[in-house]
């Protein structure tokens, strides 16, 4: 029994496909959804460093606690830069219709988008961080 080359050629085409079907990593759309997600979730809390930095600056000195209180302070603004730093380098990266509406990527693209994912993974504990700590010692001090 002789197996043709258009039969090897259909067998490994199928085999292909299924193989890549089974693939199931979320799509440049979805991924970029996602790490815009996170932004959305941090940006109402940039009202809140400001709040924070303002009550921190109320009560900040010279003394020992007073310096607990300031470098409270600086790890909140410095997340805030932080923040600011990583949107501007998202549109330096992407445009508008990458973002917002799906347009596919380039490789390289691709490749700045999953750095970025990462990247805004740790802006959002560094945020997080820095608010729950400046919180507490807010609380501590009344």
Request: aromatic content about 6%; overall charge negative; some cysteine.
């Amino acid at each position: 029994m002789r197996v043709s080359a258009i039969s090897i050629a259909f067998i490994f085409s199928v085999v292909f496909v299924t193989c890549k079907e089974e693939k199931k990593v979320p799509t440049k759309t979805t991924q970029m959804k996602e790490v815009m997600a996170v932004h959305d979730e941090l940006m109402p809390k940039m009202g809140k460093i400001g709040r924070l930095v303002g009550e921190l600056n109320k009560i900040e000195d010279s003394t020992e606690t007073g310096q607990v209180y300031k470098e409270a302070k600086i790890e909140l603004q410095e997340a805030n830069k932080a923040m600011m730093d990583w949107m501007k380098e998202l549109g330096d990266h992407f445009d508008y219709e990458e973002i917002m509406k799906g347009k596919e990527l380039t490789e390289q693209k691709q490749e700045w988008l999953n750095e970025e994912e990462e990247k805004v993974k740790v802006l959002k504990e560094k945020i997080n961080g820095s608010i729950e700590r400046a919180e507490k010692l807010l609380e501590n001090n009344k």
